[in-house]
């Protein structure tokens, strides 16, 4: 996979002589014990966030990526799609795990059985809004109960002493609108030993309609000393850079933007070290990013899962390309990885 983007440069769309400088979102960031590359982030996503992925971000310049989220029961991790949620194999440090669940025992159990397969961040999540999550009482269900919340937090934070490792939480801004708790939950974090506070502008009622509102989380950056992310809209280099200074937030995270669009940690990099924007890959780069991410898939889960794990990814890389309708109706039929991959190759070949 290709460490950079040989890509003619666009002129800088803003005039700001401070990007010519390091850039804050570039610098270093210390989380617990452990230290981040740089401050641009991977959002854990169901069903996109695995390790192939993760690893392929990393290659464009993210610094850190979260995992897909594993429940905290324990005894569904034998599981095919918990097994492979669980592979950090081949994974960049730091490494980091999401675990869910409403049970602060089970919690913690979850939380040390992730670190002894290897993760060394554990995430808790407190912001997924599917309705499958909050029907159990978790995810961003859990911010209408902050005790619970605290219990949450305390005994994962507890369970992983041993370990020196840190707890980062990722929630949003409240559960409803009119209810929007962030800054008290945030407090409750920083009370209870998290490392880090993610904040998506959105509350659990929002799901991902409207735009993120940023208000909230500026507010939470000014009353705690935890670092603090901003989560939700990040879409371009512009918009982190708008972000960041709306918010003061330590780090910025991405999350649907980068489906089909890995290169844009390299995109925001360039932007924050230069003022100047780097375009999307032509065909002929784009068709070597796609198959090298289809072999990494297929690599990682075998013939059945990877051709049809591939399918969502196939159709986000070729959005907007002329012709692509038509050619992903026939991908979505193959039934094999050779078949797909052939059927891949043989389409950008038509456009190169």
Not at 48 to 57: A, S
Not at 140 to 163: F, I
Request: aromatic letters at 8%.
């Amino acid at each position: 996979m290709p460490n950079s983007l040989r890509m003619p440069l666009i002129k800088p769309l803003v005039e700001d002589s401070q990007m010519l400088d390091t850039h804050a979102l570039l610098q270093p960031l210390k989380i617990g014990n452990l230290t981040l590359d740089n401050r641009l982030m991977v959002a854990p996503m169901a069903g996109v966030t695995d390790n192939p992925f993760r690893r392929l971000c990393k290659s464009f310049g993210a610094g850190h990526a979260v995992s897909e989220m594993m429940t905290a029961d324990t005894t569904l991790y034998a599981r095919k799609k918990s097994l492979f949620r669980a592979n950090f194999d081949g994974e960049i440090a730091p490494i980091s795990a999401q675990i869910a669940g409403a049970d602060p025992d089970k919690l913690g159990e979850a939380a040390r059985y992730q670190l002894d397969n290897g993760a060394q961040i554990i995430d808790i999540n407190m912001g997924c809004p599917a309705k499958k999550v909050c029907r159990k009482l978790a995810g961003s269900a859990l911010l209408k109960d902050e005790d619970l919340v605290a219990r949450l937090l305390y005994k994962t934070v507890e369970a992983v002493q041993d370990y020196d490792a840190p707890v980062k939480l990722k929630t949003r801004i409240g559960y409803d609108l009119g209810h929007e708790n962030i800054v008290r939950v945030a407090k409750l974090a920083e009370e209870e030993g998290i490392a880090a506070i993610a904040i998506h502008g959105r509350t659990r009622d929002e799901k991902y309609g409207g735009t993120a509102r940023y208000e909230l989380i500026k507010t939470v950056k000014e009353s705690v000393s935890i670092p603090v992310i901003a989560n939700g809209d990040i879409d371009s280099p512009q918009k982190a850079v708008t972000v960041h200074k709306q918010t003061g937030c330590d780090a910025v995270m991405i999350g649907r933007a980068a489906q089909g669009k890995p290169w844009l940690f390299k995109q925001i990099a360039h932007y924050l070290q230069t003022g100047e924007a780097l375009p999307d890959p032509n065909l002929s780069l784009l068709k070597t990013i796609v198959l090298g991410h289809l072999d990494e898939l297929y690599a990682f889960y075998g013939e059945y899962s990877g051709c049809r794990i591939a399918r969502k990814h196939i159709a986000w890389y070729t959005s907007g390309i002329p012709n692509s309708n038509e050619f992903r109706q026939a991908m979505y039929g193959e039934e094999t990885t050779a078949g797909q991959y052939r059927a891949v190759e043989r389409f950008f070949e038509k456009q190169v």
